[in-house]
């Protein structure tokens, strides 16, 4: 094993020293608790014509649907719920009790939106004499809308169980809410992402001080945007960090060769680089030294030894023959247009490694293909024969203008999609050859 893969470089250090002054607890792997808060405003009918200013709090215990190897379906959960409404400016409605429901997505679509019921008591207090305060029962439904602020809209009732007149009321509402209430869903990034038991992980960004910089010409609006994506980049990269620390230990433990073991921490190493470039790029552009925490790898949870050879061959496939062999593609393709001296350089460092991860992710298919025998070429087959996986849609498209953001590394949103295209093709041919060889 080469001394650079044997001791953690200085860059790396730094960013340990990142990851202890932040507080990512949404993204402790082994986290599987939601706290989702939402504030909205409704209108109310039944005993009395109301407006309302509401807010939400909810938490739920998590659960998620899974395929082999641990990729994830979208979350369910269930857990207790608290709400307070002020009607009129003259009198407030409560309500407790448990909710439950299920995002209505998978990975890909980045909880497109989800569904929670509740049920629980409610009390609202004095209107007037004719309208005293009354206890009763809470029924209702809400869909939250996008990913991580949610446009929330719900629909609820209250049934009065004391007092008179006995007329049940109504409420029609909408607001925000953040984050969604089980949980965000990270979608697949190009590149070797960060898996968890919760599913992917992106490191949370930190502002560390100003920084100066020399992009003047650039105007405020495309800078920011800029800015964005490079600082989503140097996330990303930051991710594969343990995700590679973690593919190293598992390597040792299911006994590959030591060759494999010392190239997933070599990669570990340039994904330190990537991530410092990312990050530089960044804080240029923004006035402000930004970067990402550094986070645990994720525990290890397989059963024994098949299982870990059935996991770390789908991880392969996905994670570093299409993730990375994406990455590599996208970062030429972004390298043909790019004018910057900074943003080329790490253009041309980012394709160059990222190609050989991806040689690393096509090793490591072929070590647990050989070991796992055909419980593993079975699950590796399915996943290379299905449909075409769709493009990741781990960024939005920054907004600017074209020319400036082709400078900058930036593709339009066709030309990624056609990265990914091309990987996807060429990876799945030489696949099936593998699986039959």
């Known amino acids: 094993m080469s001394s650079r893969s044997c001791s953690l470089p200085p860059a790396l250090a730094a960013l340990g020293v990142a990851a202890l002054v932040s507080l990512p607890g949404q993204a402790r792997a082994d986290e599987r608790f939601a706290i989702s808060g939402g504030v909205s405003v409704s209108l109310s009918f039944g005993q009395k014509l109301a407006f309302g200013l509401g807010a939400d709090l909810r938490a739920a215990v998590l659960m998620d649907g899974s395929q082999p190897g641990g990729y994830s379906t979208g979350n369910m959960g269930f857990g207790p719920f608290a ?93 925000l809410r953040f984050p969604p209430p089980f949980g965000v869903r990270f979608r697949p990034i190009v590149g070797r992402p960060l898996r968890t038991a919760d599913g992917v992980v992106l490191p949370p960004a930190l502002g560390l001080g100003p920084a100066v910089s020399a992009l003047a010409r650039l105007d405020r609006a495309t800078r920011a945007a800029l800015a964005g994506a490079w600082l989503d980049s140097a996330r990303a990269e930051c991710g594969s960090i343990p995700a590679f620390l973690a593919l190293a230990r598992d390597l040792a433990a299911v006994g590959a060769p030591a060759s494999l073991v010392a190239r997933a921490l070599a990669a570990l190493d340039d994904e330190v680089r990537h991530t410092a470039r990312c990050s530089e790029i960044a804080s240029a552009l923004a006035g402000w030294r930004l970067g990402p925490a550094l986070l645990p790898p994720p525990a290890a949870r397989d059963a024994d030894r098949q299982a870990a050879l059935v996991r770390m061959a789908l991880e392969a496939w996905h994670d570093g023959c299409l993730g990375e062999g994406a990455a590599a593609t996208r970062a030429r393709r972004s390298l043909a247009g790019a004018k910057d001296a900074g943003v080329c350089a790490a253009l041309g460092e980012i394709a160059r490694d990222e190609a050989l991860h991806a040689e690393l992710g096509w090793r490591v298919l072929a070590y647990c293909l050989a070991e796992g025998g055909r419980e593993v070429r079975e699950a590796v087959g399915d996943v290379m024969t299905g449909p075409g996986p769709a493009p990741p849609r781990d960024d939005a498209e920054v907004e600017g203008e074209r020319k400036e953001l082709r400078a900058f590394g930036q593709l339009p949103r066709a030309e990624a999609d056609a990265a990914w295209d091309e990987t996807w093709a060429a990876a799945r041919r030489d696949g099936e050859r593998m699986l039959v060889g």
């Open 83 to 175: 709400q307070a409404t002020w009607l009129n400016f003259s009198a407030g409605r409560f309500a407790a009790g448990l909710h439950g429901g299920s995002d209505i997505s998978d990975d890909f679509d980045n909880n497109a939106y989800s569904i929670d019921g509740e049920f629980g008591w409610t009390y609202r207090t004095r209107y007037s004499d004719e309208l005293p305060g009354q206890h009763g029962l809470h029924v209702g439904a809400m869909t939250t809308l996008f990913s991580p602020l949610g446009l929330e809209l719900s629909a609820r009732a209250a049934i009065p169980l004391s007092g008179e007149p006995f007329v049940p009321e109504g409420t029609f509402g909408a607001g």
